[in-house]
């Protein structure tokens, strides 16, 4: 081979490898980028709030997080406060607050993705699809908030928390009013989360024939107690198990169980829905 063009494809191949080392290290910087982001510190089960910003008083919080404890029951919709100062603070000063958001609700997996419901009856239960957690991010220092929401919302809540962060929290953030804004927020939310209907699975088959059992031993008692009458001890078993046999049926039908019974964070994971504002 010629020297000419043996040093010219010396030097096509190093400009390749080049190409391609840039090419790497162009794609993972996200990764890198992303493994020096640092989160707030994630609120115990059933706690609801970090507050490093400390906006709230003692006794906000405290009422929040009975509240929240409700709609977590109720619902299964865990809502997470977390105030900071600003995302800079860990790392994230090149990010908006919507991508810090979303890692920091997918690094916490707040929500759960299955969540199981307890329907009306004796063993009619059923797992189903959910990942509808909610993260109330705020960044003081930013003059940011946001708020996100679990992948099971869709992006069908998006309008609603345009409106609540525009109409019940960002005037009040103006204001200097940050308690209020994040209380009237939050109870906004809770309104949005406790109108999501879970619904509950059909009865099983064996529901409907614990009924018909039950007509049977009526006439079958009422068929008894006319031919021997009320002598003996047979009208007594019978008047028993009637009122066993009614006494199950009824906790088939009207029994519920006492709501959700998990915690705030199972694995769940953000879609990209919400809201952003600033003030």
């Known amino acids: 081979m010629e020297p000419v063009v043996a040093a010219h494809l010396t030097q096509m191949h190093n400009a390749s490898l080049k190409c391609v080392l840039f090419l790497c290290l162009l794609l993972g910087l996200p990764e890198i980028s ?3 982001i640092r989160f707030p510190e994630k609120p115990a089960e059933k706690q609801f709030i970090t507050d490093e910003a400390s906006l709230l008083s003692a006794t906000a919080s405290e009422e929040l997080k009975k509240q929240l404890g409700e709609v977590l029951r109720k619902k299964a919709v ?11 603070d860990y790392g994230a000063g090149d990010m908006s607050i919507d991508t810090y958001a979303r890692i920091l609700y997918d690094d916490w997996g707040i929500g759960h993705k ?3 419901v307890e329907g009306a009856g004796i063993g009619r239960s059923e797992e189903v699809e959910w990942n509808k957690g909610i993260l109330f991010l705020i960044a003081v220092d930013d003059r940011k908030a946001r708020i996100e929401l679990g992948a099971g919302f869709g992006r069908q809540k998006d309008a609603l928390c345009r409106d609540i962060m525009s109409q019940h929290i960002i005037p009040r953030f103006k204001a200097g009013d940050f308690e209020g804004g994040i209380t009237a927020g939050t109870q906004a939310l809770a309104q949005m989360a406790l109108g999501e209907k879970i619904e509950p699975p059909p009865r099983p088959l ?5 009924v018909v059992l039950g007509v049977i031993l009526t006439i ?4 008894s107690l006319s031919r021997k009458g009320s002598s003996g001890w047979a009208w007594l078993f019978w008047a028993a198990v009637l009122g066993l046999m009614w006494w199950i049926i009824y906790q088939s039908f009207n029994s519920r169980g006492s709501g959700f019974g998990g ?12 809201a952003t504002g600033s003030w």
Not at 78 to 88: D, H, V, Y
Not at 206 to 210: I, Q, R, S, T, V
Request: proline share 3%; net charge positive.
């Open 78 to 88: 865990p809502i997470i406060i977390a105030s900071i100062g600003s995302i800079g």
């Open 263 to 274: 915690g705030s964070f199972g694995g769940g994971f953000s879609g990209g829905g919400g």
């Open 114 to 116: 299955k969540v199981r």
């Open 34 to 36: 992303r493994a020096q």
């Open 220 to 223: 079958f008692t009422v068929v």
């Open 206 to 210: 064996w529901h409907y024939g614990l």
